[in-house]
């Protein structure tokens, strides 16, 4: 494997000095690039993009041939995991993703396995190693995984929810099952990361999406605490280089400085949170990534400055931060407007890293 | 006007000695009661109930022949005011609010008057009257209101949303216009509320629902400091009673500190905060309100009581706190376990008000 041409993304998450701020943006291959939609409409429905590793590595690419981006992240989903333990995952147009099959108690849960990454992901694995070579080099490539909670909700709702009222139940009501759910969980992650790190990702980010709809109790007992489970497991080191760990919970600014305590390497923050109060909280424990509104990115070049100008002066000098968004980026984003972002980050953040 | 026979509500609020907690739940009068509903059917819409004062009177009154619920809450919508504003509000039947008019610009901000609330709200000044006379005097009312960047949102994207983008897209590209309009929305707000207490409210709560969409910095700017514009007009005493404030801003757990400066006399708590953190965060400045997840409703009387203990040993001894969910109660919920859990406040609180 070749050598990295520009690591300034990995150097950030590992506090190493750069000479300007990393970015890469959350959903960067997406529904508001043309050649996405492209490719997406020849496929014919999402799994099979997801599925199809040539497809997968096409779409991954394609913003790294329109912006100066500093890392690739895998085209995939969350729900491989639950889809490969044998729950059928689907979507239907203009709907969230579905299960034909949920779990609803500790018969359902004690039925299920720990799949195993060469053989029913095989498919995400081909699309790293293909990824990776295609990349030759040029920037890290980011693999991903849902954090346990966040996929236990889709697979006891049965698809998306508003209030999580069936999962939470188990948690309240029947918190060994959702213990034991849990912890398969937490064992596939992190076998599914290990995995694709094995296959050449260069950095693993675990998505909480739903942690930010607990309790703070509940949260530390039913998401941080398999999140700490996957960390402890995690291959951090690979051919001589680090593999950097990011864990972010939307929703989760309360709760940065027990995130911190991992030993993770970086948090994901939305944007509510301020990021320099975040710096303060989590000291020089980890790096920050984040976290401009994913609104700001509607209005214009202008405007997509300015925000960029004061999130960069609220983080500060000094390595420790990559920049994204809050959240992932939108279909009807202006492409023209990601330039203006990713151009932004890099002229003003020079100034940071004297 | 009778003396209150139950007042623990308001003590509580102005951190006054109590002998238990109080509770009331939000959206107490609510489809999870058959006789609400069977009301709503008769009045065939839900515009309908709210604007008649003999129905919200009625539906405001039915929760608390069940239950022993330390305060009433007068029935009505946040969007009245952008209603009386000329906006036309109406619902479509399994669909959000909606408006007829929306605000783009600063003509439509200009257009937008301030509504007479004895004239164009009159409705509501009814209903508060009728409410206060038939409640005589056992429990307090709420009078309430939303917050001036919530009422916003609905207005500019002619009704709900799930990114705001529009409206945020004023905020950032036009913000001269959006502080027209959101200086205006606090004025009518101030004043509905102040024509609320003057017509009987014996407290009143702004909702805040969507502030927690905002970056902190837009927080301050574009909903905080339209709070802190309401709270400076409102009518704090009448006929010797002080009459408490208290502001509730949804995914506001960051921004305690900041709300508590505002002068108000208690602050809602949606349920991600821990009511024992967000003590020590505000000290003795404002009383708390909150804060259980709703969907421990979904569970059973044990599960409920359990998390009532947990929840009343978090905030410990002494007033300052009013029980009530950290969002409001949903429709497939048991009213068996509504009585479950106004009992359970009241049996387990005792101890920390000795």
Redesign the interface.
């Known amino acids: 494997m070749s050598e990295l041409k520009n690591d300034r993304f990995i150097r950030a998450l590992l506090r190493q000095p750069v000479d300007k701020t990393p970015i890469w943006i959350m959903r960067q291959a997406g529904r508001y690039l043309p050649e996405y939609r492209e490719v997406r409409a020849k496929a014919g429905d999402f799994m099979t993009l997801c599925s199809t590793p040539e497809l997968a590595c096409e779409v991954t690419l394609q913003p790294l041939r329109r912006f100066e981006l500093d890392a690739a992240i895998l085209f995939s989903d969350i729900l491989t995991i639950p889809d490969a333990m044998g729950l059928g995952l689907y979507f239907e147009e203009g709907e969230g993703p579905k299960f034909k099959k949920t779990i609803s108690n500790a018969q359902d849960v004690a039925n299920i396995g720990i799949p195993d990454p060469e053989l029913e992901l095989r498919y995400v694995m081909d699309a790293v190693r293909l990824i990776r070579k295609e990349l030759d080099g040029n920037v890290p490539l980011i693999g991903f995984a849902g954090s346990p909670w966040t996929l236990a909700t889709y697979m006891v709702e049965g698809g998306s929810s508003r ?3 069936k999962t ?2 188990m948690l ?2 029947d918190g060994a099952t959702a213990h034991q759910l849990l912890t398969k969980l937490a064992d596939s992650v992190a076998t599914y990361l290990n995995a694709q790190i094995e296959a050449g990702a260069q950095a693993v980010m675990v998505f909480d999406s739903w942690g ?8 530390k007992e039913f998401s941080l605490a398999y999140m700490q489970r996957i960390v402890n497991q995690l291959t951090r080191e690979k051919d001589g280089q680090k593999i950097p760990v990011i864990l972010f919970t939307k ?1 989760g ?2 709760w940065l400085p027990e995130m911190a305590e991992t030993g993770c390497d970086a948090l994901g923050l939305d ?4 990021i320099a ?1 975040a710096r303060k909280l989590v000291g020089d424990r980890v790096a920050l990534q984040g976290n401009m ?4 990115m ?3 070049p202008e ?1 997509i400055r300015s ?1 960029v100008a ?1 999130i960069l002066a609220d983080f500060g000098n000094g390595s420790g931060h990559v920049f994204n968004l809050g959240h992932g980026i ?1 279909p ?1 984003i202006n492409p023209e407007n990601v330039a203006a972002l990713v151009d932004a980050v890099h002229d003003i953040s020079v100034q940071y890293h004297q």
């Open positions: 209030d999580f009222y939470k139940s309240f009501s930010g709809a607990l309790t703070s109790r509940h949260y929703g600014g309360l944007w509510s949170v301020n109060q509104d994913p609104a700001i509607a209005t214009n405007t925000e004061n939108t009807s």
